[in-house]
């Protein structure tokens, strides 16, 4: 009986501390928010979607770090406020030979932090990206870009390279 | 007679340490394993973008998305476009679909540069527009249904984006966890994605 008892309190003990830890543990990952009816009001108000993924072909004579440019793959969501600010990601995969004649592929990785429609139907984003030339070299980062974007293509400038605009030949770039 | 209340005392706590710390290593390892499947609700606000690659069974495939949602939509209806297409030669490649359907949550515990959370965002492949582009199916792909995760500023190997390919009996029901199909929807065709082989996600709270 002894025995039971002090079992007994001691499952209670644990029970106890266990609800207690339980309770003081810190939250992790992901919780679900409550809706909030005071955020997102205005939100489309003056708000362009810029949309894209697919690939497309550069015109000859594009070149960029001693890679001649061929074409690329590209994938974006951005969402570009009234304000001139912008968020989203913007990628792509831009794809040539390198001096030795080897086929490489330079991999960019932009974080959008302002953005703008333009009269003429297009969409001008801006922030930072990351630059993996993937030649052994170690990535870049913060360094800024530009992408001027239109439903048939996009120009990249990153840094001080321009590039000439990669011409759209598969998929799809929404401006809406 | 000697007494032995010392002994048995601290044997009896020894025993509930015991039970505590096995008790807590079992609840703590459930939280940590539940953690990341998180509930996502049709009427949270919650705004998603995201560009990059992932892998399919043909090979990589870009995607681009943006989702957003009005105040003014109350039962998980939402704005925006999907974009998804296979890269190279492959059969099917193509997504361009608007989005229709959302269900979110933002995380409570966001990335350095404020964002985290999932969402689960329908597009509609019905919706007469020249520009709609679905894979075909049989039956044929009424929705697509995209699941995407943000956890990371560097989305790479972290971040995910997993595309779904519906056949659904009128509108479908908004996903309220990640990674459930809608009850009224069918699979036809095998899902694709899943971590992000490069660029990145964002879901956040709409300014």
Redesign the interface.
């Given at each position: 009986m002894s025995l039971l008892n002090?079992?007994a309190?001691?499952?209670g003990?644990?029970?106890l501390?266990?609800a207690l830890?339980?309770g003081a543990?810190p939250?992790?990952?992901?919780?679900?928010?409550?809706?909030?009816?005071a955020?997102?009001?205005t939100?489309?108000a003056g708000?362009t979607?810029?949309?894209?993924?697919?690939?497309g072909v550069f015109p000859g004579g594009a070149v960029w770090g001693g890679v001649a440019l061929s074409g690329g793959?590209?994938?974006?969501?951005?969402?570009v406020?009234g304000d001139g600010?912008a968020?989203?990601?913007?990628?792509m995969?831009l794809a040539g030979t390198n001096v030795l004649g080897v086929a490489t592929k330079i991999?960019v990785?932009g974080?959008v932090t302002a953005g703008a429609a333009n009269p003429d139907g297009s969409a001008s984003i801006s922030g930072t990206c990351?630059v993996d030339m993937q030649d052994g070299t170690v990535p870049s980062t913060g360094v800024p870009f530009t992408a001027a974007i239109t439903t048939g293509g996009l120009q990249l400038t990153v840094g001080a390279t321009a590039l000439p605009t990669l011409v759209k030949s598969?998929?799809?770039?929404?401006l809406? | 007679m000697t007494s032995r209340f010392p002994f048995r005392a601290a044997r009896g706590l020894a025993h509930g340490m015991v039970g505590v710390v096995a008790i807590v290593l079992i609840v703590a390892g459930a939280r940590i394993a539940t953690a990341s499947v998180s509930a996502i609700s049709p009427t949270a606000q919650g705004a998603v973008s995201g560009g990059g690659t992932v892998t399919n069974p043909c090979g990589d495939a870009s995607f681009g998305l943006n989702s957003v949602r009005p105040n003014t939509f109350p039962g998980g209806q939402a704005l925006g476009r999907i974009n998804y297409d296979r890269l190279g030669s492959c059969a099917n490649a193509h997504v361009n679909v608007p989005v229709v359907l959302k269900s979110v949550t933002v995380s409570s515990t966001p990335t350095p540069n404020g964002t985290g959370g999932d969402a689960a965002i329908i597009g509609d492949c019905t919706t007469g527009d020249t520009n709609t582009a679905c894979p075909t199916g049989s039956p044929p792909v009424t929705h697509v249904l995209v699941f995407t995760r943000d956890v990371a500023d560097s989305g790479a190997g972290q971040d995910q984006f997993q595309i779904h390919f519906l056949n659904c009996v009128g509108t479908p029901t908004p996903p309220t966890s990640f990674g459930a199909t809608p009850d009224n929807c069918t699979e036809p065709l095998p899902f694709e994605g899943g971590l992000l082989t490069t660029g990145n996600i964002q879901v956040r709270l709409p300014p």
């Open positions: 002090q079992k309190r001691s499952l003990a644990a029970l501390a266990v830890l339980v543990l939250t992790t990952g992901i919780t679900a928010a409550a809706p909030s009816p955020v997102g009001t939100l489309l708000t979607l810029v949309t894209g993924a697919g690939s793959s590209f994938g974006q969501g951005v969402a406020f600010t968020r989203g990601d913007f990628q995969i991999l990785v974080w990351r598969a998929g799809w770039i929404y809406e | -």
